[in-house]
């Protein structure tokens, strides 16, 4: 059953709303500082290529394995972060690097969400035979490791974003469908459902508008996780050679390239990339725990 909706602005609700995240983040604390490096992140992905002071591709091998704070042919040149190998400024390529990772996270996150709540939404409504297969569809899938799977498919398909953030999606269905399924089968019982079937709404209606609406709080909770396990699979496909192409510039492409060099103590090329993925995943970590017990503090007691 639909509730109309007033076509008044809520200016109010929407300023009381913004006050009461506000004290909740703040409440917290460290929620709030995990949101200002992801905004910092974000702020890096998108005007990286005005940040960047060198080309993240351009190779100067007279400038090659510079250390942090150094500067190249008579100090014309100066790498805040460095060089790699191939005298590729690591600042440059860690700008670059946070907007592939960002993008492969959220869209990967936004293609297996989609999916999966469709999936597991349509299976908990109508359950039978229908919620059967998709059930042990997604047992298989649980049966085998995600990297694995990954790595199969990406060697299968090839490397390139596209390719990535398929194998990712498809790859994440499965938790949201699982969710979307035990939240449906709990709310197609409720009387406001009963009451839409009673005045002749039809069944897509009860699905996106009676339904869905009120299972998306685990949902959104779950996708803040996952944009992290994303980030780090991602990472972890383009350590392999596996990911994007290696002629764009990853934080997991960064760190492959500096194994043959830490032995030799070229410390800066394993540390930057190896922050950047800590802080991302640790900040997405941090703020999908201040969403569960903002969104569902019910899920929080019982954690």
């Not at 946070?98 to 869209?107: D, Q």
């Not at 085998?144 to 199969?152: D, K, R, V, W, Y």
């Not at 990712?168 to 459902?193: D, H, K, N, P």
């Not at 900040?283 to 725990?289: A, E, H, M, V």
Request: glycine share 10%; proline share 6%; net charge positive.
């Amino acid at each position: 059953m639909t509730i109309p909706h007033s076509t008044a602005p809520a200016t109010p609700d929407r300023r009381n709303a913004a006050r009461r995240i506000w004290r909740s983040l703040c409440r917290a604390k460290w929620p709030l500082v995990a949101l200002v490096i992801l905004a910092l992140i974000v702020f890096a992905a998108v005007f990286g290529p005005m940040l960047a002071t060198h080309d993240p591709n351009r190779q100067d091998i007279i400038a090659r394995l510079k250390p942090p704070m150094s500067s190249a042919h008579r100090g014309k040149l100066f790498f805040l972060l460095g060089t790699d190998g191939l005298g590729r400024d690591v600042l440059a390529r860690l700008l670059f690097g946070a907007r592939v990772s960002l993008i492969v996270a959220s869209i990967s996150v936004l293609v297996g969400g989609v999916i999966g709540t469709i999936l597991g939404t349509i299976s908990g409504y109508f359950g039978g035979w229908l919620d059967d297969v998709l059930m042990r569809i997604a047992d298989i899938q649980l049966a085998f490791p995600f990297i694995l799977l990954a790595i199969i498919f990406m060697l299968v398909l090839g490397p390139g974003m596209a390719n990535l953030i398929l194998v990712l999606g498809i790859g994440q269905w499965v938790t949201y469908a699982r969710i979307a399924r035990g939240q449906t089968m709990m709310q197609r019982e409720r009387e406001y459902i009963e009451a839409a079937k009673a005045i002749g709404q039809k069944t897509p209606g009860i699905l996106f508008t009676g339904i869905l609406p009120n299972i998306l709080s685990p949902l959104i909770i779950i996708g803040s996780f996952n944009i992290a396990s994303v980030i780090l699979a991602e990472a972890a496909l383009s350590f392999l050679g596996l990911g994007v192409p290696t002629t764009t510039p990853t934080w997991g492409g960064m760190l492959a390239e500096s194994r043959d060099q830490l032995l030799a103590g070229r410390w800066w090329l394993a540390l930057f990339p190896g922050i950047a993925i800590m802080l991302t995943v640790l900040s997405f970590n941090l703020l999908g725990d201040w969403l569960r017990d903002f969104l569902d503090p019910r899920l929080a007691n019982e954690g």
